[in-house]
């Protein structure tokens, strides 16, 4: 069998063998309703309340203030629309940014729909939002902030404590979609003065279909999901204590050796982003090295498709992604891209590494090879270039 290199983790993950093992018994032998008043529906509520406390303890949070969701875009729906609806008579406008997830940039144009006004921050070419940006466009009816921890096509690390910052000094709500950051950099909610925070199972090696938003205690706002009184009447539905079990184990054991992947990622991250910029000719970095995710590559490669380039590495038995998982296929090019300036041409040719835990040298090695392979294959056979070299040779 041909190998294969995984190395689109932004997009998902792989279950850890220990957090596939700690969800078996809630599928087989306990099955219970956690509802339930009896002994055996307890222990399933026993098990979700400890997962609950693992997840509160490494954000410095209350287990009071985690509730379980079915994944990142839930939770960031969940976030907007409820604070949204609760403080419309304080005012109607929302600060965000361009480079946000679909799930938070979908849901602003569904509020925009619904009477309310968003303003779209502009990173600087290297991803980032100052802090300083945020506070220039608070107004007085503004209730809401929504910045994204760290971006998950370009992987940039947001100003998040600073930001928070500003929100608690206008006292304006502060979220922040952290899907891409939690259990991969330290994250504290106290610390970062976050009001709420959303995360997802699968992007940190627990099971797909569960996820979390952390809602601050004294931040009231009203269920998404209407129905039953789980999760303290905040949202409904029986509890899916497999994930549940399964996201906590992975929280705990991901984030338990967190320094030392961020340490041997960087190394990785670094070596990768070297290798191509020297040894492949028109490549550039998408976004900050400094303040980026350690597992995250984004490459633009000048006069290729960025689809060409993954159907050439998939044939080479390697997962990479052009940008998100939720733009590929569309042939847009990428909106975060765009925000950062990247022309529409070059943001064609776009690729992102994200890599997992079990990411090798060999593996980068294996795709640099097979890159310098490819790149310059397609470039023989694109106008653009054979136009740029006569330009050149022209001079
Ligand atoms: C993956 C992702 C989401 C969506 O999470 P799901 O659990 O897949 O719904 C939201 N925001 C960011 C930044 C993501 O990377």
Known sequence: ???????????????????????????????????????????????????????????????SEIYFTAGGSESDNWALKAVAEKLSDKGKHIITTKIEHHAILHTCEYLEEHGFEVTYL????????????????????????????????????EPIAKIGAVAKKHGVIFHTDAVQAYAHIPMDVQAMNIDLLSASGHKFHGPKGIGFLYVREDVKIGPLIHGGAQERNRRAGTSNIPGIVGMAKAAEVVTACMEETMSRQQELRNYLIDRLVNEIPHTTVNGSVEHRLPANVNVCFDFVEGETVLILLDQAGI?????????????????????????????????????????????????????????????????????????????
């Open 1 to 63: 069998m041909k190998k294969r290199i995984y190395l689109d983790n932004a997009a998902t993950t792989s279950v850890l063998p220990e957090v596939f093992e700690s969800m078996r018994p809630f599928f087989t032998e306990n099955y219970a309703n956690a509802s339930a008043v009896y002994t055996f529906g307890q222990e399933a509520r026993q098990a979700m309340d400890s997962a609950r406390a693992v997840i509160a303890k490494t954000l410095n949070a209350r287990p």
């Open 122 to 157: 502009t990173p600087d070419s290297d991803g980032i939002i100052s802090a300083d940006a945020v506070e220039a466009a608070i107004r007085p009816d503004t209730i809401l902030i929504s910045v994204m921890t760290a971006n998950n096509e370009i992987g940039t690390i």
């Open 319 to 395: 997962c990479a992604s052009a940008g998100s998982a939720c733009t590929s296929g569309s042939l847009e090019p990428s909106h975060v891209l765009l925000s950062l300036g990247v022309n529409q041409e070059l943001a064609h040719g776009s690729l992102r590494i994200s890599m997992g835990e079990d990411t090798t040298k060999e593996d980068l090695d294996f795709v640099v090879d097979k890159l310098k392979e490819i790149i310059p294959r397609l470039r023989k056979m694109s106008p653009a270039y054979q136009d740029y070299l006569s330009n050149i040779a022209g001079k």
